[in-house]
Every structure is written in C-alpha cells, then in structure tokens.
C-alpha cells in the first residue's frame, strides 16, 4: 500500500472524506454496493436480492449516486447502477480486512 504523506490534508479535502465515509456509514447502503459488486443491476433486482423495498434502494441510490459510489446507464425504460469506480470495492474491501484482522 502506498505511504500517505504525514501532513493533515486541508479542512475542505477532509470535510468532503468524512461525507464520503457517512455514506459508508449506513449497512443498507453497503448491502447495496455489495451487491452491485457483482456488475450492474436494476432497481427491482437489487430489491429482489436484498429483499428491501424498491423506494428505499432508489433513495439509498440516489444517495450513493451523489456520493459519486455509484453511476447509471438507461437501456429504454430500465436503469441500470453499478459501482462508479474500482476503487469502491477496495474501499470495502479493505475495512473487511481490517474488520477480520
């Protein structure tokens, strides 16, 4: 892993981590982004799988989507959301880690 500088980022760049890991904070949305781990999926599979209800995986979506975790693609009427980017799985998967360590 790479070695973070010793300096204290600026307050802005820490402000906007620690909303970053607020979003992170709630076990409904990291159900969510475990799932689409797996590769994108609608709103009613993600419902399906979770067994939540679809209102509350868009609103936790819509959260997750401006935290920038995760995006959309529309197919015709269908929405498709998948993790924005690698490193939301690292993310993860490294506080598992440190969880089971």
Do not use: W
Not at 27 to 48: A, F, N, P, T, Y
Not at 55 to 69: E, P, Y
């Amino acid at each position: 892993m790479e070695n973070i500088s010793c300096i204290v980022p600026d307050d802005i760049l820490l402000s906007d981590l620690a909303d970053v890991f607020k979003v992170f904070g709630d076990s409904g949305r990291l159900k969510i982004l475990c799932s689409l781990m797996g590769g994108e999926l609608c709103v009613q599979d993600i419902s399906q799988s979770l067994n939540m209800s679809q209102s509350s995986i868009s609103h936790q979506l819509r959260i997750l989507k401006d935290a920038k975790l995760v995006k959309f693609r529309r197919d015709g009427k269908n929405t498709y959301y998948s993790l924005d980017d690698e490193h939301i799985e690292r993310i993860i998967g490294i506080g598992i880690e440190h969880i089971k360590e």
